[in-house]
C-alpha cells in the first residue's frame, strides 16, 4: 500500500517550458487535490477534485490545468513555466463524500523554473 | 486575505515541557479544523481534528482546543519530545472537501 505517489520528485524547467506532474494513489479515495507550498504562505490549493470526472479551481488556479485521468491518477500540468511557479507541489488524496476528512499528502514535487 | 493564521513562525521548548501552537481563523462558516505535521523533504501527514460542536480533542499526547467565539485553536503537545520537531500547519474546512492551510509553525524540540 504506497498511499499517494508523485513523480518526479525533482524537476528543473526553463520559462516558457511545460510539464506534466503525476499524482496516483491506491486508497480507493474519492478527491485528489494539488497544492503548492512557497516560504512564508504554507499550502495553497491550485485545483481539486471532488470525484472522478469533476475538477474545480482552488486559491491559485492560474497557469495550471488538471486531468482526473480516473479515480486514481491526477496530473497537474504547466504549460508555459514561469519562475513564479518555483516551488514544492503536493498531491493529496481523502474519501470525500462530506466534510473535509483528512487528507493523505504524498511526498512532493520540488520544482525550480529558471 | 488570510482566513487562517498561524502568526508565530517558530517556537522553541523543552524537551518534557509542554507546547502550545496557536491558530486563529476569520471565517465563521469553518466548522472543521486539522493539524498536520510535515518533517523536511516529506508530505505532511495528519495529526489531529476537531469539529465546531466540540472545544476539545484529545489523542494520547496531542489535544486541540477550539474557542469559536473567539475564532481561535490551539495544539497542545505534552510532554514535548525531540520527534515532535517539526512544522505545524492547522487547516479549516466549511463544509465542502477543500481545506484552507495556515502559514505553518516551525518547533524546536532542545534537549
Known amino acids: 500500500n504506497a498511499g499517494v505517489t508523485q513523480t518526479p520528485k525533482f524537476q528543473v524547467l526553463k520559462t516558457g517550458q511545460s510539464m506534466t506532474l503525476q499524482c496516483a494513489q491506491d486508497?480507493?479515495?474519492?478527491?485528489m487535490y494539488w497544492y503548492r507550498q512557497d516560504p512564508g504562505m504554507g499550502l495553497r490549493l491550485i485545483y481539486y477534485?471532488?470525484?472522478?470526472?469533476?475538477?474545480d479551481k482552488g486559491e491559485v488556479p492560474n497557469g495550471y490545468n488538471v486531468s482526473r485521468l480516473n479515480k486514481r491518477e491526477f496530473s497537474l500540468r504547466l504549460e508555459s513555466a514561469a519562475p513564479s511557479q518555483t516551488s514544492v507541489y503536493f498531491c493529496?488524496?481523502?474519501?470525500?463524500?462530506?466534510?473535509?476528512?483528512?487528507?493523505?499528502f504524498g511526498p512532493g514535487t520540488r520544482l525550480t523554473v529558471t | 486575505d488570510q482566513q487562517v493564521k498561524q502568526n508565530s513562525p517558530s517556537l522553541s521548548v523543552q524537551e518534557g515541557r509542554i507546547s502550545i501552537l496557536n491558530c486563529d481563523y476569520t471565517?465563521?462558516?469553518?466548522?472543521?479544523f486539522l493539524w498536520y505535521k510535515k518533517y523536511p523533504a516529506e508530505g505532511p501527514t495528519f495529526l489531529i481534528s476537531?469539529?465546531?460542536?466540540?472545544d476539545k480533542n484529545e489523542d494520547g499526547r496531542f489535544t486541540v482546543f477550539l474557542n469559536k467565539s473567539a475564532k481561535h485553536l490551539s495544539l497542545h503537545i505534552v510532554p514535548s519530545q525531540p520527534g515532535d520537531s517539526a512544522v505545524y500547519f492547522c487547516?479549516?474546512?466549511?463544509?465542502?472537501?477543500?481545506?484552507?492551510f495556515g502559514q505553518g509553525t516551525r518547533l524546536t524540540i532542545n534537549p
Open positions: 493529496a488524496s481523502s474519501e470525500g463524500g462530506g466534510p473535509a476528512y483528512e487528507q493523505y
Open positions: 486508497m480507493n479515495h474519492n478527491s
Open positions: 477534485s471532488a470525484s472522478e470526472g469533476t475538477t
Open positions: 471565517n465563521s462558516m469553518f466548522d472543521y
Open positions: 476537531i469539529s465546531s460542536i466540540k
Open positions: 487547516a479549516a474546512s466549511g463544509g465542502a472537501q477543500k481545506l484552507v
